[in-house]
């Protein structure tokens, strides 16, 4: 009897989570449905599932509606930059702060973790004026440079290389490495899950960013994905096939990385929230 | 989880060893100021960046807060309190600021209801856990504009799937997007579905620290399921809980990006926060003193938000400690 209503009971787990799981990924379902078909079998109700026939090419015409492709490549550039030139900084900075003896080096640490606490839209509008007075408003700079440092990623650095035993450099030392090659041959090497979690939430943080591209960029082919995407809706408000297919588009390549380094994402999403 | 053993350390240093094999031997020197110069170079990037980026701003914009300044047309005037004057009596203002709470205190009881009740029946006997974890995260990951993009359609009056849901169980359709105060709803939905999977996370790792004797305990004194979660789970998850309200709040109060291209903060002002308010004002009107004043105002709330929950949490955190 009490194992019966065990089963039971564990059925109806089962039934609500998956009720639930896909009630959260329909969404997804529905866009990835809706930019195959054609504006016909998209405007009928009830709504109709799967199309007659599909037709990929609502691809090829959202790349000639809008140029895609350009937004694509400043997208993948400017993440990519950001990416390594971040893994760059933060472990130079975060070797600072967990190696090396300096006088001020706690309260220097500590200012840089009360800086996670400033919410951005109090430095966007002052960054955006350095910007304009360098004069690199609408450029590649003004969606890397600002980017390039992080007080989250020193953190994360910095506690990993904590854990590092100090032995392990001690060799190097006594053979007079300098703390530029202890920190390439030895740190960098055995911190590699750190990095990675790095790497992969900047990556998907500077991806996704919009509203500091919405600010700093002007040209059309200056353009971000996201950014693309969102001035694309204006344009084509009630176009959903065409809107949709731009929407695969946009959330594929952060989709794809992250079903294969999911562990990072989730690593990287956590331990950010830990900085607020 | 860094699965760094110490046999692959040893590995490794063999390996640095023959690496630095190849350097004279040198004897290091320390003076007094110790690493000061290496420390120096190491931090500079980040320092530099950081000045221009994040300290000269906060600062800039607190200055910038008492000026009245289009930032195009010529210089800067000290205006005294005047931006915070007009803005408290600009009614525009309170209304964006109740938008932006009613915004935050609608996500969170649901978002964290919704994230803990996933994240228990995951914490138990499930098939394909895996699988169901990563569908739940999905959303998180993906871009704001799009989810955005996604869900305007979801949401359209005629053929879009939430009206379509709710008829089957005999709602009639709603102009979602259309109607002020149908509009915030939509918003908060969309909310909690791109975030809950982040507290889910934080929650399972909360579930995952409770040990498992004190269930094991509950049990041969006859306690059911309900009085479990009551009187272990909810009391052990208590300093979890506060963390992500804490962080759940903080999020919400900045929220952007959806409501950019979910609503353009309309309709009639409805779905106007705080964000969208800071950057209209600096970058349609070119107002940067006004919309300096409006982002410390917002700056103080979420301090303010930030003190009592850490306050609140440390309190919690001591009394069930004993």
């Known amino acids: 009897m009490a194992k019966k209503s065990t089963i039971a009971k564990s059925i109806s787990e089962h039934i609500f989570i998956y009720i639930l799981a896909f009630f959260t990924i329909a969404p997804f379902i529905w866009m990835i449905l809706t930019s195959v078909k054609d504006m016909g079998e998209i405007y009928v109700y009830p709504p109709k599932w799967l199309p007659d026939q599909f037709h990929f090419d609502n691809y090829a015409k959202v790349f000639e509606a809008a140029p895609f492709g350009r937004y694509y490549l400043n997208s993948i550039f400017v993440a990519v930059f950001v990416t390594v030139g971040q893994l760059i900084t933060c472990s130079m900075a975060a070797y600072a702060f967990a190696r090396l003896k300096f006088p001020g080096r706690n309260i220097l640490f500590f200012i840089f973790l009360g800086t996670m606490m400033i919410p951005y839209n109090v430095t966007m509008i002052p960054s955006f004026m350095v910007l304009y007075w360098l004069g690199w408003v609408d450029s590649y700079q003004a969606l890397i440079v600002p980017g390039l440092a992080s007080a989250f990623g020193v953190f994360l650095l910095r506690q990993f290389f904590l854990t590092i035993p100090k032995e392990l450099e001690e060799a190097a030392v006594m053979d007079g490495a300098s703390k530029f090659t202890i920190l390439r041959k030895i740190i960098v090497p055995l911190s590699k899950p750190a990095l990675a979690t790095l790497a992969i939430f900047t990556f998907m943080g500077v991806f996704n960013d919009f509203i500091w591209a919405l600010i700093v960029i002007n040209s059309e082919s200056m353009r971000t994905v996201q950014l693309g995407l969102a001035i694309f809706r204006d344009r084509y408000l009630t176009q959903w096939d065409?809107?949709?297919?731009?929407?695969?588009?946009?959330?594929?390549?952060i989709l794809v990385v992250f079903f294969f380094a999911q562990k990072y994402f989730i690593k990287g999403i956590t331990l950010s929230g830990l900085k607020e | 989880m860094y699965n760094t053993t110490p046999e692959i350390q040893e590995e490794r240093v063999l390996e640095a060893g023959i690496t630095y094999g190849k350097y004279p031997a040198k004897k290091s020197k320390k003076n007094k100021k110790g690493d000061l110069y290496s420390a120096l170079l190491f931090l500079s990037p980040t320092l530099i960046i950081f000045s221009a980026f994040v300290l000269f701003p906060v600062i800039f914009s607190f200055y910038l807060s008492f000026q009245k300044w289009n930032m195009f047309g010529g210089s800067s005037t000290y205006v005294g309190l005047d931006n915070y004057i007009r803005m408290f009596k600009s009614a525009e203002f309170w209304s964006v600021l109740k938008n932006t709470a009613y915004y935050t205190f609608g996500t969170i009881p649901l978002n964290m209801g919704f994230s803990l009740l996933v994240a228990y029946v995951l914490h138990k006997k499930i098939f394909g856990k895996k699988l169901l974890r990563t569908l739940f995260f999905a959303p998180v990951v993906i871009s704001p504009v799009a989810a955005a993009v996604i869900w305007r359609w979801l949401y359209d009056p005629n053929f879009g799937l939430v009206n379509y849901f709710m008829g089957i169980i005999g709602f009639d359709p709603v102009n979602w997007l259309n109607d002020p105060t149908a509009?915030?709803?939509?918003?908060?939905?969309?909310?909690?579905?791109?975030?809950?999977?982040?507290?889910?996370?934080?929650?399972?790792?909360?579930?995952?620290?409770?040990?498992?004797?004190?269930?094991?305990?509950?049990?041969?004194?006859?306690?059911?399921?309900?009085?479990?979660?009551?009187?272990?789970?909810?009391?052990?998850?208590?300093?979890?809980?506060?963390?992500?309200?804490?962080?759940?709040?903080?999020?919400?109060?900045?929220?952007?990006?959806?409501?950019?291209?979910?609503?353009?903060?309309?309709?009639?002002?409805?779905?106007?926060?705080?964000?969208?308010?800071?950057?209209?004002?600096?970058?349609?009107?070119?107002?940067?003193?006004?919309?300096?004043?409006?982002?410390?105002?917002?700056?103080?709330?979420?301090?303010?938000?930030?003190?009592?929950?850490?306050?609140?949490?440390?309190?919690?955190?001591?009394?069930?400690?004993?």
């Open chain 1, 242 to 253: 065409l809107l949709m297919a731009g929407s695969v588009t946009a959330v594929l390549p």
């Open chain 2, 183 to 322: 509009a915030m709803f939509a918003l908060i939905v969309m909310g909690v579905w791109k975030t809950f999977g982040i507290n889910m996370v934080l929650f399972a790792a909360g579930l995952e620290a409770i040990p498992q004797h004190y269930y094991e305990a509950a049990e041969i004194d006859g306690a059911g399921q309900w009085a479990k979660f009551k009187n272990i789970t909810i009391p052990l998850l208590a300093p979890t809980t506060f963390f992500i309200m804490v962080m759940s709040m903080i999020s919400s109060f900045q929220v952007f990006d959806i409501v950019y291209v979910l609503t353009s903060g309309g309709p009639l002002g409805a779905t106007k926060v705080m964000v969208f308010y800071v950057y209209e004002h600096a970058f349609k009107y070119f107002e940067m003193g006004y919309a300096s004043a409006a982002a410390y105002v917002l700056f103080a709330i979420l301090f303010v938000l930030t003190l009592l929950q850490v306050k609140y949490m440390k309190n919690k955190v001591y009394s069930y400690g004993g």
